[in-house]
């Protein structure tokens, strides 16, 4: 059965970081044509991209929002997907998932087909 299960959230001070992990439990390998990405959704808003990345080839894409801040990675030989969050700022809080996509790269939650159960991230000012 297909997963992916979070972890690494937690109560950060701004200006702090996290790590995020991602762990997916498949009846395969993460095939090299896929996509893994990070969302997030803070409460009473939409959920929206963060980063993600190509596993095959590792090009990575960022929300403007965290451009210069969060880091998108992956660890093949583990099937895990990370995101280094440093510089965090309270507008950062928020549940984050992380999710497959069959496309290679997108931005749109739509796109991709399965997700984790999301850990929390709370940043205090």
């Known amino acids: 059965q297909a997963q992916l299960v979070e972890s690494g959230g937690g109560l950060v001070q701004a200006g702090g970081s996290l790590r995020l992990s991602c762990a997916a439990s498949?009846?395969?390998?993460?095939?090299?044509?896929?996509?893994m990405g990070w969302f997030r959704q803070a409460p009473g808003k939409e959920r929206e991209f963060v980063a993600s990345?190509?596993?095959?080839?590792?090009?990575?894409y960022y929300a403007d929002s965290v451009k210069g801040r969060f880091t998108i990675s992956r660890e093949s030989a583990k099937n895990t997907l990370y995101l280094q969050m440093n510089s965090l700022e309270p507008g950062d809080t928020a549940i984050y998932y992380c999710?497959?996509?069959?496309?290679?790269?997108?931005?749109?939650?739509?796109?991709?087909?399965?997700w984790g159960q999301g850990t929390q991230v709370t940043v205090s000012s």
């Open positions: 990345i190509r596993w095959g080839v590792g090009n990575t």
């Open positions: 999710a497959r996509t069959r496309r290679g790269y997108s931005t749109l939650a739509s796109e991709y087909d399965l």
């Open positions: 498949l009846s395969g390998r993460i095939f090299s044509s896929a996509g």
